[in-house]
């Protein structure tokens, strides 16, 4: 891809890093040549009420791709990797184009915060999503940007890297420490106790994390289970990982069981006034309605993985679901049935009508015979 990417240098508050795909930029006014040539810069400020970014990136010159009625469309086409330091970041993607003087002229923007991304679709190129750009004020412009986000943690947070610094400069102080004696050399001296404590924190840590990581294992191969969660985000606390990325996992983890609880109380509710309708006698056409009804509520059951056993009324769904099922099915064999009888009858009654003309037939034949003879 042209413009944007490199590699992203690790520094010491780094969280992560947020990879934006800019597609394309559709709606731009037409220069006298009937081009329109334009420019993205992307940047990543600190917080939404800071004025210098902490990370640019600008593409080169992007040219006419389409016409769309009077308003062209410009292909962009381009990667951004950007170092992310916190929920508060403020990514902008500006959008520049050169008037009749060649002068750098601002269109629009597209502007939004870590929070706000993360609760966007994550992908490629392959799933942008069209966003309006606005004005610096804020007001929306008539032209648009497709965009898609995808955001990489960190696997280590901030804390641990210091604490594995610390451990990497006792060790180097020990190293310092035995040539410098071999030297006669006075150095600064760090004690083996500060070393070994040191690592059984680390040691601690990651048992911890481990622990946690075992318990979103299990959430992610299905447990609906929350006192595991609840007692691991406890535990993070204790051991002050907050800015350790399981710790964010748990925590949505604990969000979609709450939203999955939520739908799932909806969903009793909705089966429960089925079941209490399907207590009145049906019509056969009602019949089938009240099971394409109940089948739709026990297919939104199944996804929210809604046990008998937590929700009785499912259970009771199923139980009606079957009966209302073999009532249609013995409707309708009772239907056919009477349907054959009603045919088999008018089978009969066209036979005996045309074995009674056959008759008058041969009649009539024999009275026109006996007139000839005499």
């Known amino acids: 891809k042209k413009g944007g990417g490199g590699v992203v240098k690790a520094t010491r508050d780094r969280v992560g890093v947020l990879r934006a795909y800019v597609g394309e930029v559709r709606g731009m006014a037409p220069n006298a040549e009937g081009i329109c040539d334009c420019y993205v810069i992307a940047q990543v400020f600190p917080s939404s009420n800071t004025s210098r970014p902490h990370s640019e990136e600008k593409t080169g010159m992007c040219r006419t791709q389409d016409r769309i009625g009077k308003k062209l469309k410009v292909l962009i086409d381009t990667y951004f990797d950007m170092e992310i330091t916190g929920d508060d970041n403020y990514a902008v993607f500006e959008v520049w184009t050169l008037d009749e003087r060649t002068d750098a002229m601002f269109v629009g923007m597209c502007a939004y915060t870590m929070e706000q991304i993360r609760t966007m679709p994550s992908g490629g190129e392959e799933d942008t999503d069209w966003y309006s750009l606005k004005h610096r004020d804020g007001g929306a412009k008539q032209q648009a940007m497709s965009l898609a986000f995808m955001y990489t943690e960190d696997e280590t947070d901030?804390?641990?890297r210091r604490q594995a610094a610390l451990v990497a400069k006792a060790e180097a102080y020990e190293a310092q420490k035995k040539a410098m004696e071999e030297t006669g050399e006075v150095v600064k001296w760090v004690s083996a106790w500060d070393v070994r404590e040191v690592s059984l924190a680390n040691r601690k840590l990651n048992e911890v994390l481990a622990h946690v990581n075992g318990v979103l294992s299990e959430y992610d191969e299905?447990?609906?289970?929350?006192?595991?969660?609840?007692?691991?985000?406890?535990?993070?606390q204790k051991n002050r990982l907050e800015l350790?990325?399981?710790?964010?996992?748990?925590?949505?983890?604990?969000?979609?069981?709450?939203?999955?609880?939520?739908?799932a109380a909806q969903w009793v509710g909705s089966i429960a006034g089925v079941l209490l309708a399907g207590q009145n006698q049906h019509t056969w056409a009602d019949r089938r309605a009240l099971c394409n009804v109940l089948k739709s509520r026990l297919t939104?059951?199944?996804?929210?993985?809604?046990?008998?056993?937590?929700?009785?009324?499912v259970l009771g769904a199923m139980e009606m679901l079957?009966?209302?099922e073999r009532e249609i099915k013995e409707m309708e064999e009772q239907q056919a049935a009477y349907v054959r009888v009603r045919e088999e009858r008018r089978i009969r009654k066209?036979?005996?009508?045309?074995?009674?003309?056959?008759?008058n037939t041969a009649f009539a034949d024999m009275a026109v015979g006996l007139r000839v003879v005499r």
């Open 158 to 160: 901030p804390k641990k």
């Open 322 to 324: 079957e009966g209302l």
């Open 244 to 263: 350790d990325v399981s710790y964010r996992k748990v925590h949505k983890a604990i969000a979609a069981l709450d939203k999955r609880d939520d739908a």
């Open 300 to 313: 939104a059951a199944e996804g929210l993985r809604m046990s008998v056993e937590e929700y009785p009324e």
């Open 350 to 359: 066209e036979q005996a009508a045309y074995e009674k003309g056959k008759k």
């Open 222 to 236: 299905g447990s609906l289970a929350r006192e595991p969660l609840e007692e691991c985000v406890v535990s993070l």
